[in-house]
């Protein structure tokens, strides 16, 4: 069984508009050692799906109201459902065990604390850690991220900081008790591009060095590229398509997938011979979806059922370079992998000039 697996989670927010479905029937697991990567459009459900994990969606207005979240923090050990452990065991795990590094770094940290006072009381609360040892530390993890002169930064209130120090701050809190699941949300976003290989390095040395498992959400698809083992796209609250990051940059079985993968500029395409293909229309609001598969609108492939029924999961295998891999989308074209190969067969061609 996996470190951590999410089984049909459904997240909905209660609102005097009606009950919006920002996370539907959601599944996904991570293991030690791997990084799973969640994509999608702004407003598709990613980082409340990874609020869930940890409890923190907002109650009111949201409210996890079905699934399981399964987390096994020691090997043999049987997994604790986080739905149903109690507060304080949630606090034991939320920041010690599972660890998030937040989209919005500005508002994360707590504007009337030091960054080293902040930094410390991880360490205070979930490792009995105080005084010169917790200090020494932090100074050490600060290092490690890349903040500079980090000894004198524990002395600096955040409004002191700029945007991307504040973001290395938040990465550092996260590693600081060695978690066994570290999410993700955006966290190169607010960096510059040195800085950012440097975190990406970093988070992939824990992975290799100590097993850490990852959630990355990010719109980077670059990102996704470098860092993941396997990757989950989602529309409107659900999973559309999960499977390995090559079987899914190289063979993608979803519609919405390889619309996203012809919006974005190819590094092997120098002369942009390959025009760009946005994505017609605007995503659906989560408390307005249309009938059927969220994405059919939008979707050039769309036949009348799309419109009428919700697609169910199937599972497929994935064929690349002579090895096959576990597939798994949200589509009613069953002959996709046909027409998914013409068409990404294409994309080679025009970026070659033929």
């Known amino acids: 069984m996996a470190l951590l697996s999410v089984h049909n989670l459904q997240t909905h927010f209660f609102t005097e508009a009606g009950v919006v479905p920002a996370v539907d029937e959601v599944s996904f697991a991570v293991d030690r050692g791997e990084v799973l990567s969640i994509v999608g459009e702004s407003g598709s459900g990613k980082s409340v799906a990874c609020l869930s994990i940890l409890g ?7 409210r996890i109201v079905g699934g399981e ?22 606090q034991q795990i939320r ?18 604390l030091t960054v080293g006072t902040q930094l410390v009381e991880v360490l205070e609360v979930h490792q009995g850690l105080t005084g010169t040892a917790a200090r020494r530390q932090v100074v050490e ?31 550092a809190m996260a590693l600081l008790c060695q978690p066994d699941v570290l999410i993700a949300d955006e966290p190169t976003t607010a960096l510059d591009v040195t800085i950012q290989a440097q975190i990406l ?68 395409d120098p002369r942009g011979r390959r025009a760009l293909a946005a994505i017609e229309g605007l995503p659906p609001a989560t408390g307005a979806l249309p ?24 599972e497929l295998e994935v064929t690349l370079d002579g090895h096959t891999t576990p597939h798994r989308v949200a589509c009613h074209l069953e002959d996709l992998g046909g027409t998914e190969k013409r068409s990404t067969d294409s994309l080679d061609e025009e970026s070659s000039g033929g």
């Open 141 to 171: 993890m600060l290092g490690e991220v890349g903040l500079p002169a980090p000894e004198r930064r524990l002395r600096d209130y955040p409004h002191q900081l700029s945007g991307g120090m504040c973001q290395r701050v938040m990465i």
């Open 201 to 268: 390095a970093l988070i992939d040395e824990r992975k290799r060095s100590m097993g850490l498992a990852v959630l990355l959400i990010t719109h980077d698809l670059g990102v996704v590229a470098k860092m993941a083992d396997r990757v989950a796209v989602m529309v409107a609250g659900r999973v559309v398509e999960q499977g390995s990051v090559d079987a899914v940059f190289r063979r993608p079985q979803h519609p919405y997938t390889l619309a996203l993968l012809r919006s974005i500029p190819r590094i092997d």
């Open 291 to 314: 009938s059927g598969c969220p994405f059919h609108p939008r979707c050039d492939l769309a036949i009348p059922e799309c419109a009428e029924r919700r697609p169910a999961d199937r």
């Open 69 to 90: 979240i399964l987390f096994r923090s020691r090997d043999g050990d049987e997994p604790e459902d986080l739905l149903e452990v109690s507060k304080r065991r949630l």
């Open 95 to 112: 920041g010690d065990r599972i660890a998030m590094v937040f989209q919005d770094p500005m508002t994360s940290l707590n504007p009337y």
């Open 56 to 62: 923190l969606v907002p109650d009111p207005p949201g």
